[in-house]
């Protein structure tokens, strides 16, 4: 019986993020998995991702994960971290490529770093990349012990443009403001990396691996 | 309010410990790694980037113990480089918990290497290392630096900007910039090439070479414009640690995580 399920597609490293869960719960079993049966019957899953969007796209699909991920989505405590929240949108201006359509919005790019300036006049790099705050927009068990306005680690290029402000938990400025992360029934979803977040992102972790949900469908 | 610059303490490691030298010569002992990783996140480290400077590359898996041991107790972004020849290195990085691989002399050699890595594995955690040194140029254009290799002895003929550009148009994530002149020295970021390269990039710049005190870290990123400061001795032999330059930072007006 596997506890938590990190679905493996391909995309990325994860190692920290599977490191950063046995940290926080020693007692579970966690299982990086291309395995859509696995997958199924798992009782909690993360959906990470690292990349280029149509790449994680082509690649979950080769694997034939998708009608997994939509599964687990629709069932169970669900995690996405990262491209792993960008999937769960409409389009995405990266290779102008559509999402699993989850949740309603598109995601966009981060304008050229010669367009973006801080206060004090200095050009804004792309990809964003670092120690932003997030701001908690809802209350939520998994900001449970989490300061608001804490800081998390971030690097991406895209952003999040939700369709409607219901399901955005958090949002950060990059000068402009954007959603970090989405909350709906079963699913949290967050731009940054919880596994890279020090005590922050561990606290997170924490509170997923106990979270339960209010049962759905 | 928004994002912090970063404060990244650097472990250059040798078969199995922590080393430090001036112009990459005279090598003192620093201490076990795994030990210098934890007490750096402990204080507030933003993420910890090691570099791999062992000769030999007999002892190469010595390093991925050693990342695979820290990756598994500290939960900040983790950077490796050194001796990164293929992507098949970058995999054995990434996999032994590296979120972030560091190409340097293989990417002159070979710049296509670059341009696959960050295909394979993303830009984000594709970051070029950049080691340069001021050239005395003539008439107008006398602010020049030319990448070097082999720890500053050899001249490559590239311009360390053109160069910067470059590596961010195969798909560098981030440039690693060091100061060849200033490396060890304690007298401060060489900050017109820092400057210069930033402005030229839209990709982040980390300042590296030459940090003696905690106001030149405010220097790397006032006047040199860099996103992220590097530093290894003044943080190694204790003279400073990360919190008292984290907040000597926002004293000086930068956001900083602490």
Not at chain 1, 7 to 28: C, F, Q, T, W
Not at chain 2, 157 to 170: H, I
Request: glycine letters at 10%.
């Amino acid at each position: 019986m596997t506890d938590i399920a990190i679905i493996d597609y391909g995309m990325g490293n994860l190692r920290s993020v599977s490191k950063a869960l046995e940290h926080v719960a020693p007692k579970a079993t966690v299982v990086i998995t291309s395995d859509p049966a696995v997958v199924r019957q798992a009782s909690r899953v993360v959906f990470p991702g690292q990349g280029a969007m149509p790449n994680c796209m082509h690649e979950m699909d080769s694997r034939g994960l998708r009608d997994a991920v939509i599964h687990a989505a629709a069932n169970k405590p669900f995690l996405g971290i990262c491209l792993g929240l960008q999937m769960l949108f409409e389009t995405s201006e990266e290779g102008n490529v559509k999402g699993l359509g989850i949740l309603p919005g598109k995601v966009r790019r981060f304008p050229a770093a010669a367009a973006m300036h801080n206060a004090d006049g200095q050009k804004l790099k792309v990809p964003h990349m670092g120690w932003n705050q997030v701001h908690q927009a809802i209350d939520h068990p998994l900001w449970h012990g989490i300061n608001n306005d804490a800081r998390f680690y971030f690097v991406h290029s895209y952003y999040v443009d939700a369709s409607n402000p219901e399901p955005v938990a958090a949002y950060s400025f990059y000068p402009f403001q954007f959603t970090c992360a989405v909350a709906r029934d079963n699913i949290f979803a967050v731009q940054f990396h919880p596994e890279k977040s020090h005590s922050a992102g561990l606290t997170l972790l924490g509170n997923f691996v106990q979270w339960e949900p209010a049962t759905t469908n | 309010m928004g994002l912090a610059k970063r404060i990244i303490p650097c472990l250059d490691v040798t078969n199995g410990r922590v080393v430090k030298g001036v112009n990459f010569v005279a090598l003192r002992d620093a201490g076990d790694p795994v030990e210098i990783a934890r007490r750096y996140d402990e204080q507030g480290a933003d993420e910890l980037t090691f570099l791999d400077i062992t000769a030999s590359s007999d002892n190469r898996d010595i390093i991925l113990r050693i990342i695979e041991e820290v990756a598994a107790q500290v939960f900040i972004p983790l950077t490796v480089g050194g001796g990164v020849r293929e992507v098949g290195d970058v995999r054995r990085l990434l996999n032994a918990g590296a979120d972030k691989v560091s190409i340097n002399t293989s990417a002159i050699q070979n710049p296509q290497l670059v341009a696959d890595a960050a295909g394979h594995y993303g830009s984000q955690c594709i970051v070029v290392a950049i080691d340069a040194k001021k050239v005395s140029g003539m008439g107008p254009d006398t602010n020049r630096w030319e990448v070097f290799t082999h720890g500053g002895r050899r001249a490559t003929g590239l311009d360390a900007v053109e160069w910067a550009v470059k590596m961010q148009s195969l798909g560098a994530g981030e440039i690693l910039l060091t100061s060849m002149d200033r490396d060890g020295t304690h007298n401060g970021f060489d900050l017109g090439l820092t400057r210069t390269v930033s402005d030229a990039l839209d990709i982040p710049v980390i300042a590296s070479g030459g940090v003696g005190n905690l106001q030149h870290l405010v220097d790397g990123v006032i006047q040199g414009h860099a996103e992220a400061v590097l530093a290894a001795s003044i943080f190694h032999y204790s003279e400073y640690n990360i919190r008292q330059a984290k907040e000597y930072m926002a004293q000086h007006g930068i956001e900083v995580r602490l």
